[in-house]
């Protein structure tokens, strides 16, 4: 099996975003809620099914840049917005919802999904998770391999920063992002192969194929994969991000540091690399502890605070992001430092109201505008 790898000429970009269908007392629609949506928006590109009716996947076309992915998607988003109204439905992105079961849901049409459940039985049933895909194009195989190897340490970063799943089926689970474990019970999900080379990941996908354990790229569910039709990196990892503002800060930290990877990999200088078990242990203590984590820094086992090696990251990365035209995005990722992330603000609201049905309204809240919940005693913005 040949596998050939479409070179992109630049580092494009695309963002696949799963966001909630949910009923006006907050609940996930249990109906066939996807198949009506997506029939009232009729032929228009950049809305399809997911594992489920309560989802609707949006994506966007190529973009050249992190601007270019906000007024899309913000586009996209308000068209399904306002087409939800008309059904009584409402949106929101995190990476769980808060209380709905997933024994109650309804399975998409799309016989690949009924073959999953299937093939994977209660591992698959049970994947009531929303996540942000986004791909960044790359020039060949080779490079994608050797900046995913790399990319692999950065892992904690990503899903630290985009952490929006503390509740599972109605209880807080003590994780900032449950979605996490609950995708890593799948046989081909979780954290990727190191791989040596191009044509050591043609074995990999031959030998799966050749088994039947898969029949394409598409069922290999790693928190990063080469995507060789489209020519780009996918970065898998982040929980469901609720806000535009938040979804583009990590939109840019991808397409900067892919490209900060890239151009040493081009220039033949050593990329950042951790071993299996580093990566392994590192991503547990983001998804428990979110931004409060620790993070092993060295194969002597020292650690660091997770923020202050994103805030050092930021900071290498922003003569790149400045030559993309993505800085003021790639700064925001400061005030997710400050101000903390989706899983933070929903354990705010949930302190507060003991309602979950009011986390679920201050989520719909935050799709509609764009903007992360301030704090009770956080003054509004000034807008003058």
Not at 63 to 81: A, F, N, Y
Not at 321 to 349: F, M, P
Request: charged fraction near 25%; proline fraction near 5%.
């Amino acid at each position: 099996m040949n596998i050939v790898f479409n070179p992109s000429e630049r580092p494009t970009l695309g963002v696949e975003i799963e966001v909630q269908v949910v009923d006006a007392a907050g609940a996930l629609a249990t109906d066939t809620a996807a198949t009506k949506l997506l029939s009232e928006l009729g032929p228009q590109p950049g809305y399809k099914h997911e594992f489920l009716e309560c989802t609707v996947e949006v994506i966007t076309d190529v973009c050249q840049t992190v601007g270019h992915v906000r007024k899309e998607l913000r586009s996209k988003l308000d068209t399904l917005i306002e087409a939800a109204d008309g059904f009584g439905y409402r949106i929101l992105c995190t990476g769980t919802h808060p209380f709905s079961t997933w024994t109650d849901q309804t399975v998409s049409p799309d016989p690949r999904y009924h073959k999953l459940i299937d093939d994977c039985q209660w591992t698959a049933r049970r994947l009531l998770i929303f996540g942000i895909h986004t791909h960044v194009g790359l020039s060949s195989g080779e490079q994608a391999i050797s900046v995913a190897n790399s990319l692999a340490t950065f892992i904690p970063h990503f899903l630290a920063l985009s952490s929006s799943s503390p509740f599972w089926l109605g209880r807080d689970s003590g994780l900032a992002s449950v979605r996490s474990k609950v995708f890593e019970s799948l046989p081909t999900a979780g954290l990727p192969y190191h791989m040596d080379n191009w044509g050591q990941f043609q074995r990999f996908m031959r030998t799966l194929i050749g088994a039947g354990t898969i029949r394409s790229i598409r069922e290999v569910w790693w928190d990063i994969r080469p995507h060789p039709a489209f020519g780009t990196l996918e970065l898998r990892i982040c929980d469901g991000i609720p806000t535009m503002d938040e979804l583009c800060a990590v939109v840019a930290l991808s397409q900067s540091l892919v490209v900060w990877l890239g151009d040493r990999y081009d220039n033949g200088l050593e990329l950042p690399e951790h071993r299996a078990w580093t990566i392994r242990d590192n991503k547990w203590r983001a998804a428990r502890y979110g931004l409060d984590a620790e993070i092993i820094r060295d194969e002597e086992g020292n650690v660091m605070a997770l923020r202050r090696s994103i805030e050092d990251l930021v900071e290498r990365l922003a003569p790149t992001a400045e030559k993309l035209g993505c800085l003021d995005e790639l700064k925001y990722i400061n005030h997710i430092l400050e101000r903390g992330t989706s899983a933070t603000r929903q354990r705010e609201v949930f302190a507060e109201a003991h309602d979950m049905s009011a986390v679920v309204d201050s989520l719909v809240e935050e799709m509609c505008t764009g903007s992360p919940r301030r704090l009770s005693r956080e003054p509004a913005p000034n807008r003058s």
